[in-house]
C-alpha cells in the first residue's frame, strides 16, 4: 500500500495561532488540494494526523471539527480526490496523552487501522513535532516551508530535526517529488 501521512494546519491549509475553530476559517493553501488530488492520481493513500487541542481547550466543538473536515472532503472531490481517514488528537497539552504529536500515537492508530508498518512511510508536515511523531515509528520525514515550517525557508534547519529530513516548499512540490521517485528512472527512448 502506497500510503502518506498529512499534517493538517500549516500543510494543507492555512495555520491560525489562534486556532482553525470553522469551516469558515479552514482554507486551504495555494495548490495543496490539487496535490493531494495528484497523490491520489498517482496510487498514494493520504491521510491526516494533526493535533487539535482547539477541542481540548474548549475553543470549538467536534461538530465544527466534522464541519471543517466536511469541507475539505467536498473540495478533494471536485478534484477527484479523497483523504483516506483523519486521525487527530482531541486533547490539551496538558492531558498527558500519548496521541498528541510529537508523541506516536496517532501514527500508531494510522498502521493499526491500515494495517501497515509505517517504514519508510512519507510523514509531511510544516514543524519539528509532525516529523518527530513519524520518526518514532520508522516514518520518513518531509518538512513543508508553509504554516511554522516558513520559518526555515532560506536556512538550513536547525539541531533536532530528524536526520535524512527533506525540506519541500510546499505541499504541491512535496507531491512533484514523491511522484516523480515512484516512478523510477525513465527508460530511454
Known amino acids: 500500500m502506497k500510503l502518506v ?6 500543510t494543507i491549509n492555512a495555520d491560525s495561532e489562534d486556532y482553525v475553530k470553522s469551516p469558515d476559517e479552514w482554507t486551504p493553501l495555494p495548490g495543496a488540494i490539487e496535490a493531494i488530488a495528484r497523490l491520489n492520481h498517482a496510487g498514494w493513500h493520504t491521510v491526516i494526523a494533526s493535533n487539535q487541542s482547539g477541542l481540548g481547550r474548549g475553543l470549538f466543538d467536534v461538530a465544527s471539527l466534522n464541519a ?12 477527484g480526490a479523497r483523504i483516506d481517514a483523519v486521525f487527530y488528537c482531541p486533547h490539551s497539552p496538558d492531558e498527558g496523552c500519548h496521541c498528541r504529536k510529537p508523541l ?6 494510522i498502521g493499526e487501522r491500515f494495517g501497515v508498518d509505517l517504514k519508510g512511510t512519507p510523514a509531511v508536515g510544516d514543524g519539528l513535532r509532525d516529523l518527530q511523531a513519524g520518526v518514532a515509528v520508522g516514518c520518513e520525514p518531509h518538512l513543508v516551508l508553509t504554516g511554522k ?3 526555515f525557508r532560506g536556512q ?3 539541531q533536532g ?9 510546499d505541499l504541491a512540490a512535496f507531491a512533484d517529488y514523491l511522484i516523480a521517485r515512484s516512478a523510477g528512472p525513465k527508460a530511454a527512448p
Do not use: N, S, W, Y
Open 149 to 151: 515550517g516558513a520559518a
Open 104 to 109: 506516536p500515537g496517532l501514527f500508531e492508530q
Open 68 to 79: 471543517m473536515h466536511a469541507k475539505m472532503h467536498k473540495m478533494l472531490a471536485a478534484q
Open 161 to 169: 530535526f530528524p536526520a535524512g529530513t527533506q525540506v519541500h516548499e
Open 5 to 10: 501521512i498529512l499534517d493538517r494546519d500549516g
Open 156 to 158: 538550513p534547519l536547525p
